[in-house]
């Protein structure tokens, strides 16, 4: 893991010693792209990921995949595996029109054909009797391999189904420093097991915003009748099973090429009584294509999957 050590070393020092957040984001773009042309790096985090007994066992939730990269008070650094759909239809969105609260983000483009986005510009206003959002477009463009991008807090876009399966790297961070205290917090594994009912807690005392911790409502809008509208409460996907996300997460590694045979050997003999990594790890060591199931769901949620055409009308009215 030197490869990937050396690179999570010098981005976790920037944000230790830049207590401005913006300017931290700024410093490690060009980290973050020399991360996404070195393929050792995301070979090493696919083995940091499958020697993790809790991401074996995880389910399929959301259109996208994820890995853990590194977690700490002031960062959090993860890699998005974004699927595409099976008829490849790109004018789709896997998510609604959205925005992070008060979190910072820098994503770098991995691998893959990448994603369309649009990124409106910070500063929307909200009509709370009509629940209309009044938003203007910063810029729609194709996030391609070996591209930066920084979205800001507060700061609405939303991302199309990719053509062709995508990964991106991401850095998240608080937008203010003294918010690292429940940023470590989290961290805590009691604190994790309970955080649902803690921030509800939080935020009837109304000290979520002190904290740092966001409270979710209102992050996502959608096109209807020509206007953008906000939804109060997030909608979440259904949870899927294991056989699914084990099954996509190997079609991937079989896309971008990883080839550590004998790491696999040793991982299906650590997890016997698991079939279906017994199965797949069998089927990737012989070379036979592993397919991507898709959840015909994860496209038809109703103001969550949305059509291009809509929010191009919505934009444009």
Known sequence: MDTANKYIQQIKDIFEQEKDRYAAHKTIQPIMAKLTQDKQF?????????SDPEFIAKVRHYPTLSMYIYKDKNIDMNAHIFMPLPDQNTDITFQS?????????????????????ILFKKGFTLDMDTQ?????????????QGEVEFVDAFQPHVVFFPKDVSITYVVWSNQKPEHATAQSLKQNPLIRKFKKPIKKVLHRLGLSQKMGINVVEYYDFYPENGKIKALKHRIEFEHGDNQNFLTNFFHVMQKVGFQDTDFLSHLAQKYPQNSTL???????VSGEPIPA?????????????????????????
Request: charged share 20%; no cysteine.
């Open 293 to 317: 199931p898709f959840y015909e769901s994860h496209r038809t949620v109703r103001y969550v999957n949305l059509h291009r055409e809509e929010i191009m009308k919505a934009i444009h009215s």
């Open 42 to 50: 995301l070979h090493d985090i696919i083995k940091k990921s499958l």
């Open 97 to 117: 029109i959205h925005h992070h609260g008060n979190l910072l983000l820098t994503t770098a483009a991995a691998f893959g054909p990448g994603y369309e986005s």
């Open 132 to 144: 209309i959002a009044t938003m203007q477009v910063e810029k729609i463009y194709q996030f391609r």
């Open 278 to 284: 017994q199965t797949l790890v069998q089927g990737f």
